[in-house]
């Protein structure tokens, strides 16, 4: 069994009467970095919460490293750790006393080494002693990660880990997850940033109006999905396509000075010799020409266009 | 059992207590101290002995009694309901933990408190009035007993408030005023009979006629009802916890 969580056909209708997950069926690899996309409001941390007990389920099941979450609970949260998406810690604990109060929690025995471990991974050694109420945001988003770490979780949750969150900590955060996924901890994070995902994760999901519409590596989607611009500059402004290059369906831009070629890079042929023989042909002079690629970002736009 | 989560969260709760120190030792020991000059000095003086014992040291059983519920069930309801505002119960429900290693720690902690206040009040009236304990395992069962149940009570408060108002309602509008007509500073044989039968109902009753008998071998009702009251009455907050935890009633969505 390669998959580490598994939910099987899950809902989730909350007191209100409403329905913020349906009928969810996604599989989790272990040792994978796994990327929740999804506009706000979508699910991402409705789905999180009953993973980790902290919503009940209305319907369905899921299995953390074959342990049902309901029935097998203490086996099933010993392995995960949570950093949630809002800043709630203890006002008035230190660091040091409320990671290390974290660890207990789980029921690991002391071990101050690795505390000490954690907390200087995420530059937090020097503020052990401070109270909570006393660091900044990005600071106190720094111990909420402690605390998720502190127990030595097999299965890292990270619920928008980067919102608020400057460069420097984006930056000690991922070389933290990085070493996490070395050592065989598999990571699942929902983020707004989706050059992040992109950068970060193995796989991605895309969580809309509660359904998941997508799941699929990220090379492959990007792959799949991605579209390629072949931008043509030039010599001589056009003020129309020339019918002769009708069939190519090219658009040209707004001063007149590109014309603009769009493939799919998924397909059998790009197209792009015959569309160069054809300018030739039509003597069409071009200065340069270069290609860009869609981004996750326009894939997930789309998508989620597509879906309302 | 995670016995570990359970003195994590016992010893968290202890050093907050710890930290706030002057609140929670400082001020009850002090407003006790209040109600000996007041009631013991000059109200003792005028009623001089009930039932063969001095007033001010009538007295003591039921101020100990009294501070015991309201310490207990404000320090429990403030323990749990806090990490509910402040939103920090997600550790705990995400925790490998059951709610009864919950409620041990929480509870635990909020009776451990009272108790040592319970004990540190019982040394502060030593120093106003003459004191005899005739039963000290008795008291200390009575004492360890209504410390245990009165915080599980206010586990439930802290658990059913969705406001820090509703937080303090219940002591104020509930457990002072039955701890006040329970017989704290008097015996209910000075009553008229009718208004006998009605103090029957209030549970207080039983806890500081158990606990008094503990001291002097007085008391309105008989021990054996007033221990089988104050366990009636330890089950029932039992079971409402049970309840709570089996529905997720509040703590779960
Ligand atoms: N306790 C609740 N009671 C009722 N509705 C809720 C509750 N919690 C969340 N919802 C609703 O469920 C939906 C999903 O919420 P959720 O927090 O899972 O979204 P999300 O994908 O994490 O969004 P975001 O990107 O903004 O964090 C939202 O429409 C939200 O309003
Ligand atoms: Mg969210």
Redesign the pocket.
């Known amino acids: 069994m390669s998959s580490i969580i598994s939910v099987r056909d899950l809902s989730k209708t909350?007191?209100?009467g409403?329905q913020?997950l349906k009928s969810i069926d996604l599989d989790i690899r272990r040792g994978e970095i796994f990327a929740l996309l999804?506009?706000?409001?979508?699910?991402?941390?409705?789905?999180i919460s009953i993973v980790c007990g902290i919503v009940n389920p209305s319907e369905g099941a899921v299995m953390v490293d074959g342990h049902d979450i309901v029935t097998d609970y203490r086996a099933a949260r010993a392995m995960i750790g949570l950093v949630p998406?809002e800043l709630t810690t203890d006002a008035f604990e230190t660091v040091w006393a409320t990671v290390s109060f974290s660890r207990g929690l789980f029921g690991k025995k002391k071990n101050p080494a690795h505390i000490a471990k954690v907390l200087k991974d995420l530059s937090l050694l020097d503020k052990k002693d401070d109270m909570i109420r006393t660091l900044s945001g990005g600071m106190k988003r720094r111990v909420l990660i402690a605390k998720a770490l502190s127990h030595e979780p097999r299965i890292l949750f990270l619920?928008?880990p980067t919102a608020g969150v400057d460069v420097e900590l984006r930056k000690d955060m991922w070389d933290i997850v990085r070493s996490l996924r070395a050592s065989g901890v598999t990571i699942i994070l929902?983020t707004?940033y989706i050059e992040e995902a992109e950068e970060m994760a193995d796989r991605i999901g895309i969580?809309n109006n509660?359904e998941i519409i997508l799941v699929e590596d990220k090379a492959e989607l990007m792959r799949k999905l991605g579209q390629k611009q072949l931008k043509l500059e030039l010599k001589k402004k056009l003020d129309a396509v020339p019918g002769e290059l009708a069939a190519h369906r090219l658009t040209l831009n707004g001063d007149g000075s590109e014309l603009i070629y769009t493939y799919d890079t998924q397909g059998e042929r790009t197209g792009i010799t015959a569309l160069l023989d054809d300018l030739n042909r039509t003597g069409i002079g071009f200065r340069d020409l270069h290609t860009t690629q869609s981004s996750l970002e326009d894939i997930f736009v789309g998508l989620v266009r597509q879906g309302k | 059992m995670n016995l570990r989560a359970v003195n994590a969260i016992y010893t968290f709760e202890m050093a907050r207590t710890g930290r706030t120190l002057m609140q929670s030792i400082v001020s009850p020991v002090l407003s006790t101290s209040l109600y000996f000059v007041v009631f013991g000095a000059a109200i003792g003086s005028r009623i001089t002995e009930i039932e063969g014992v001095s007033y001010g040291s009538f007295i003591v059983p039921g101020l100990i009694m009294m501070m015991l519920l309201t310490q207990s069930v404000a320090n429990a309801s403030f323990g749990i309901y806090f990490p509910r505002f402040t939103g920090t119960i997600y550790e705990l429900l995400s925790a490998p933990v059951s709610f009864y290693e919950i409620v041990l720690g929480y509870v635990g902690a909020a009776a451990t408190k009272s108790i040592v206040l319970g004990l540190i009040i019982l040394a502060t009236s030593g120093l106003f009035v003459p004191l005899q304990i005739a039963h000290p395992a008795w008291m200390l069962a009575f004492l360890v007993l209504t410390a245990v149940t009165f915080s599980l009570l206010g586990f439930i408060i802290g658990i059913w408030a969705d406001g820090f108002e509703k937080l303090q309602i219940v002591p104020l509008l509930v457990i002072t005023p039955l701890t006040f007509l329970g017989g704290s500073f008097y015996s209910i044989s000075v009553l008229p009979p009718l208004w006998q039968t009605v103090t029957l109902f209030n549970p207080v009753v039983y806890l500081i006629s158990g606990f008094r008998w503990a001291f002097f071998e007085i008391a309105d009702v008989s021990v054996a009802v007033s221990l089988g009251m104050t366990m009636l009455f330890l089950v029932t907050c039992l079971a409402t916890v049970w309840w709570i935890f089996r529905t997720g009633y509040r703590l779960k969505?």
């Not at chain 1, 999804?38 to 789905?47: H, R, S, V």
């Open positions: 909350y007191a209100s409403f913020a999804g506009p706000n409001g979508a699910g991402k941390t409705t789905l998406q619920d928008e929902t707004h969580i509660g | 969505n």
